[in-house]
């Protein structure tokens, strides 16, 4: 069997949804799979408009939320909202300044966490803490928000990884190594560099985190942050909320394209990419591989069990572009 469809191929499976309009087939996919928001700032917003005191807020409606704010800003998020949107897990950061100590950044964590876990106790028919990929997937088979608690800065580790596990243990699931400034052990995409990336404590922190099963979110850290963290993470890291500064300029847009290439260092699929590809086909789910190198390609091919696709690449011997296939993965 061919395990080759290039992107032409496609037309006959996405025919039907031609006569359907985008927002017809957007409403499709996300019912299908429910967006999880990798990061929403509801409980600093509790902490500064209510003082954690939420005995009287309405999370069904914010939109009348002005006047609990200096400036007059209404909060962007409540259930109608996450409705509309299709939310189906959601990480609810537990952010806090860095403008006082770090000492105190730590406690007021851990007041961030306590008002997120009342916040989801106190609507329990809607919200549903998830401390596991099958606490995420029970929440949404009940029809409920999983919800997450993301730490977003190391200062709120105050420099111990003793503090790390507690927090994992209160129910941390991810940290940004840095916020907008530096920490003593990472430097942050927004201030001048202390460290060129990570110390040697840095790197503890993020083998750490790895060990017990804290993702690694490098949002708002500097490129030599993120390409030691890199070096040294050993299972897949997340950007929380940032994207790609070839597309947006902004300081906190850090996956630049050539950090995303320099890392290619793995002549192919790792073992867990190859359990990706083997999942991917297992659950009916199409294996693009347009853009992966050609040991990537061959590696996907080796273990493929149905057809594979180039939803978006041609053939390097006509157009010898470094998306385009070469003769070698053709010919298997």
Request: net charge negative; no cysteine.
């Given at each position: 069997m061919n395990k080759l469809v290039f992107g032409l191929g496609l037309l006959a499976l996405s025919a039907p949804l031609a006569a359907q309009s985008p927002e017809a087939v957007a409403e499709a996919a996300l019912r299908a799979a429910p967006v999880w928001d990798g990061h929403n700032d509801v409980p600093i917003q509790l902490r500064e408009r209510y003082g954690n005191v939420i005995a009287e807020f309405d999370f069904e409606d914010t939109s009348d939320t002005g006047p609990t704010d200096e400036q007059g800003r209404v909060m962007h998020t409540d259930f109608a909202r996450l409705a509309r949107g299709h939310v189906g897990a959601q990480f609810w950061s537990v952010y806090v300044s860095n403008a006082q100590t770090e000492a105190e950044a730590a406690v007021e964590t851990i007041e961030q966490i306590d008002v997120t876990k009342r916040l989801v106790a106190r609507y329990p028919d809607k919200l549903a803490l998830a401390l596991s990929a099958d606490d995420v997937q029970r929440a949404l088979d009940q029809g409920k928000i999983a919800s997450l608690i993301g730490m977003e800065g190391g200062h709120s580790i105050a420099g111990s990884l003793a503090v790390l596990r507690q927090m994992y243990d209160l129910g941390a699931r991810y940290m940004t190594l840095t916020h907008n400034k530096n920490t003593a052990w990472a430097d942050s995409s927004s201030v001048d560099p202390q460290?060129?990336?990570?110390?040697?404590?840095?790197?503890?922190?993020?083998?750490?985190?790895?060990?017990?099963?804290?993702?690694?979110?490098?949002?708002?850290?500097?490129?030599?942050?993120?390409?030691?963290?890199?070096?040294?993470?050993?299972?897949?890291?997340?950007?929380?909320?940032?994207?790609?500064?070839?597309?947006?300029?902004?300081?906190?847009?850090?996956?630049?394209?050539?950090?995303?290439?320099?890392?290619?260092?793995?002549?192919?699929?790792?073992?867990?990419?190859?359990?990706?590809?083997?999942?991917?086909q297992r659950i009916g789910m199409l294996v693009d591989l347009s853009h992966t190198s050609e040991a990537t390609q061959l590696d996907a091919l080796d273990i493929a069990g149905a057809p594979v696709i180039f939803s978006h690449s041609g053939a390097f011997a006509i157009d010898p572009h470094n998306r385009n296939v070469t003769d070698a993965v053709l010919a298997r």
């Open positions: 460290h060129d990336g990570l110390t040697d404590f840095g790197k503890d922190v993020v083998r750490e985190m790895q060990r017990i099963g804290m993702l690694v979110d490098l949002s708002h850290v500097s490129e030599a942050t993120m390409m030691d963290a890199l070096d040294v993470a050993r299972a897949p890291v997340i950007f929380s909320h940032s994207g790609a500064r070839g597309v947006v300029d902004h300081s906190r847009n850090n996956a630049w394209a050539d950090s995303a290439t320099a890392k290619a260092e793995h002549d192919g699929l790792t073992d867990f990419g190859r359990d990706v590809v083997r999942e991917m």
